[in-house]
């Protein structure tokens, strides 16, 4: 089945720095990597998501970005913000079944004013 | 929209008892999921449902049973409970389209997450 791994599991920056996560899988046939993001007692909600056709997408301060042959993806968050701090998940999801997303353990991301 | 909905938000078991966690959604998605969520994990697939009388295993289904009778509801049933099934339950819904019927369509959506079920087995 698909492993996914994430780093690192925690991160702190200072408001206004940048922040990265990366995530490695290993099923070359997964071909869709949402990235989630989960405050504290809440549920996780989607931010962005990359599919295998492109290379790299953005959304304001966030952006993703996917080498499908070294299988690794990454999350970028700029200028980041207090009200960034939250758990961030990374998902691969492959072509063969939409049904198994295969999820990493979670980024504790911290942004200190 | 009420998008998706969990029953209970909180419940204590003690081992052995049995228990439905109740998920509905009214999207109209085909796919419906359930998670769990340990503390500081991320979250791992229990069982899935492509759409009303199918379901299937995800990664950690020992323990737990599913049924699908419409495209609104997807109960997850605890049967036998074990401390070891403390956790945080997420039901989820996304909408899969078919290449076979929307040509052109990126097939793979977002999953929307309903607000978790926080069961504690002692």
């Known amino acids: 089945g698909e492993n996914v791994e994430q780093h690192p599991s925690t991160l702190s920056v200072q408001e206004g720095d940048s922040a990265v996560i990366k995530c490695t899988y290993s099923?070359?046939?997964?071909?869709?990597f949402p990235w989630y993001k989960q405050e504290l007692g809440k549920r996780p909600q989607l931010i962005i998501d990359i599919r295998s056709n492109v290379g790299e997408k953005k959304d304001q301060r966030i952006a993703v970005t996917l080498n499908k042959t070294a299988k690794h993806f990454s999350l970028h968050i700029t200028e980041t913000q207090p009200e960034d701090s939250a758990v961030y998940f990374c998902a691969a999801t492959p072509g063969t079944n939409a049904g198994k997303s295969t999820f990493g353990d979670g980024t504790t991301l911290t942004v200190k004013p | 929209n009420a998008g998706v909905t969990q029953t209970p938000k909180f419940r204590i078991l003690k081992i052995g008892q049995s228990m439905t966690l109740q998920c509905t959604q009214d999207?109209?998605?085909?796919?419906m999921y359930w998670y769990r969520q340990d503390p500081g994990m991320g979250l791992k697939l229990i069982y899935y449902s492509v759409g009303a009388g199918i379901t299937d295993k995800g990664e950690v289904p020992n323990g737990y049973n599913v049924s699908r009778s419409t495209t609104e509801d997807f109960p997850l049933r605890l049967e036998l409970a074990a401390p070891s099934q403390t956790s945080v339950y997420f039901c989820?819904?996304?909408?899969?389209?078919?290449?076979?019927?929307?040509?052109?369509?990126?097939?793979?959506?977002?999953?929307?997450f309903g607000p978790g079920t926080r069961l504690t087995v002692l």
């Open positions: 099923d070359s046939a997964s071909n869709y």
């Open positions: 999207m109209n998605h085909n796919y």
């Open positions: 989820a819904s996304s909408y899969h389209s078919f290449p076979g019927r929307s040509p052109g369509l990126a097939p793979y959506n977002e999953q929307f």
